[in-house]
Nanobody
Framework: QVQLVESGGGSVQAGQSLKLSCVAS????????MAWFRQVPGKEREGVVGIEGDGSTIYADSVKGRFTISRDNANHALYLQMNNLKPEDTDMYYC???????????????????????????WGQGTQVTVSS
């Protein structure tokens, strides 16, 4: 079982930056993917960016060139550097860890969607990001 705690959200003006942090306790695998999702109440969670165990990354088109994900396996931490924030980035952001079944499929070479909601099973309480114009 993984426990995740996000922090770093806040209220900023458009064009400014924030850095989100996520610290994991319990189970952590350097091989498993981690990701940042975001969600507005009443809507489905949206995958923003993911990072595999080998460090490869995938970004949603809406954040390419502005957001950067990184992971610190030694400290069981995940980060999201958010630059040039826009009002449409306003959301609750969640750090998420890959579920065991998806991790097994990946190791078996089976196809998976990198930012599929179903790929990730564990998330924290979220951190709110609000961007005003």
């Amino acid at each position: 079982q993984v426990q995740l705690v996000e922090s770093g959200g806040g209220s900023v003006q458009a064009g400014q930056s924030l850095k989100l942090s996520c610290v994991a306790s319990g189970y952590w695998s350097n091989r498993d993917a981690m990701a940042w999702f975001r969600q507005v109440p009443g809507k489905e969670r949206e995958g923003v960016v993911g990072i595999e165990g080998d460090g490869s990354t995938i970004y949603a088109d809406s954040v390419k060139g502005r957001f950067t994900i990184s992971r610190d396996n030694a400290n069981h931490a995940l980060y999201l550097q958010m630059n040039n924030l826009k009002p449409e980035d306003t959301d609750m952001y969640y750090c998420e860890a890959e579920n065991p079944l998806a991790a097994l499929k990946k190791r078996r070479g089976q196809p998976i969607q990198p930012l599929a909601v179903s790929r990730f099973a564990y998330w924290g309480q979220g951190t709110q990001v609000t961007v005003s114009s």
